[in-house]
C-alpha cells in the first residue's frame, strides 16, 4: 500500500477514535444517571455516583484529547504526537477497563487501536 494513503489511514483513525472518545466523555454524565440508558451507565469498579462521573469525564476527554493531538502531530510532522498517543492509548484503555461490560462494540475496536498504538511505539 502506499506510504501516503496508509499515513492518512492512521490520522483518520486516531482522529475519528479520538472525537468518538470526546463525543462519550460528553455523553457519559446523561448516561450514568439515565438507569434507563441503552449502552454505558455506571462503572463496574466506580458505580454511578459523583466520582464515577468526575473520574469517566476526566478519563474519557484524555483519551480522546490524546487521539486528537496525535492526529494532528502526526499532519505536522511533529515529534510529540508519539506523547500524545501514549497518553491517549494508555487512558482508552484505562475507561473501557473501568466501563468493560457496559460499552458498545466499536469501543472495544477502539481499545484495540490503542493497544496496537502501544504496541507500536514500544518496538
Do not use: C
Amino acid at each position: 500500500m502506499d506510504p501516503n494513503v496508509t499515513g492518512w489511514l492512521v490520522k483518520g483513525a486516531f482522529a475519528m477514535h479520538g472525537i468518538g472518545m470526546l463525543g462519550a466523555a460528553g455523553y457519559l454524565p446523561f448516561s450514568i444517571r439515565n438507569p434507563k440508558a441503552d449502552f454505558v451507565g455506571a462503572s463496574w469498579l466506580l458505580g454511578s455516583g459523583m466520582a464515577a462521573v468526575v473520574v469517566g469525564v476526566a478519563v474519557w476527554a484524555i483519551a480522546g484529547a490524546g487521539f486528537v493531538a496525535a492526529a494532528v502531530g502526526l499532519y505536522q510532522g511533529a515529534e510529540w504526537w508519539r506523547t500524545a498517543a501514549w497518553v491517549g492509548s494508555l487512558a482508552t484503555l484505562l475507561a473501557v477497563g473501568l466501563w468493560v461490560g457496559k460499552v458498545p462494540f466499536g469501543v472495544y475496536v477502539g481499545a484495540a487501536l490503542a493497544a496496537g498504538t502501544i504496541g507500536y511505539l514500544v518496538r
